[in-house]
């Protein structure tokens, strides 16, 4: 408890705590030998992969809505409910698909950490 005059005491807010997979031994990377850093290449390597893929999806399905519209004009002057196509795809559409490739790109990285945890508990047995 603090005195009247003094500042209240700083609390240190972080997120919520991260599980950690029983058993996953993290000994070769901390200790950045030849084998730790083999292991953490490849799953840095496996996390760029799976980031490209999905910018590379989201450059497909979202980049290329505007060149859709600019080679095919007529799709401007298409009206769904008194709105312009235009309009609902790239102000509707598009936030359904930001999410479901957020939520797909999560789950895959979780996926590759968790099977990298796997494979180090495999390693120390």
Known sequence: MSDAGSPPERVRVSGPPRRRTP???????DAGTRLGGMYLGSLLREQ????????????????????AFHLWP???????????????????????????LGWAYVR??????????????????
């Open 23 to 29: 058993g996953a031994r993290t000994s070769d990377i």
């Open 74 to 100: 007529g799709l401007a002057g298409v009206h769904l409910l008194g709105v312009p196509l235009p309009w609902w795809l790239l102000g509707v559409l598009v936030y359904p698909t930001l999410l479901a």
């Open 108 to 125: 895959r990285a979780e996926r590759n950490e968790r099977d990298f945890a796997e494979l180090m508990s495999e390693v120390e047995r």
């Open 48 to 67: 760029l992969r799976l980031a490209l893929g999905v910018l590379t999806l989201l450059t497909l399905l979202v980049g290329a809505l505007p060149l």
